[in-house]
């Protein structure tokens, strides 16, 4: 069992920045799949940036160049670096550990992009 706690959401102008945290209960070991996905109101949640424990990572066509997805093994916390925010990105975002056969899940938190 992981537990996953985000925080670091928020209302933010447009071209502004806000950065993403999500902390793991336990340590994860390799093999894993760490990413970030969000949700519009009403509508199924979509993946934003992945970061795998080859270190690859890969990001939605409409956030690369804008976000970064990355990891402080030390902390055990994955991080969404989000610059040049759009209207277009307010949504609801979670971040997800797949490890072990196991998808895990944190709470979501709110960003809000708006003048």
């Known amino acids: 069992q992981v537990q996953l706690v985000e925080s670091g959401g928020g209302l933010v102008q447009p071209g502004g920045s806000l950065r993403l945290s999500c902390a793991a209960s336990?340590?994860?070991?390799?093999?894993?799949?760490m990413a970030w996905y969000r949700q519009y109101l009403g509508k199924q949640r979509e993946l934003v940036a992945t970061?795998?424990?080859?270190?690859?990572?890969n990001y939605a066509g409409s956030v690369e160049g804008r976000f970064t997805i990355s990891k402080d093994h030390a902390k055990n916390t994955v991080y969404l670096q989000m610059t040049s925010l759009k209207p277009e990105d307010t949504a609801i975002y979670y971040c997800?550990?797949?490890?072990?056969?196991?998808?895990?899940w944190g709470q979501g938190t709110q960003v809000t992009v708006s003048s």
């Open positions: 336990t340590t994860i070991f390799s093999p894993y799949i």
């Open positions: 970061f795998t424990s080859d270190w690859r990572t």
């Open positions: 997800n550990v797949r490890w072990r056969g196991s998808d895990y």
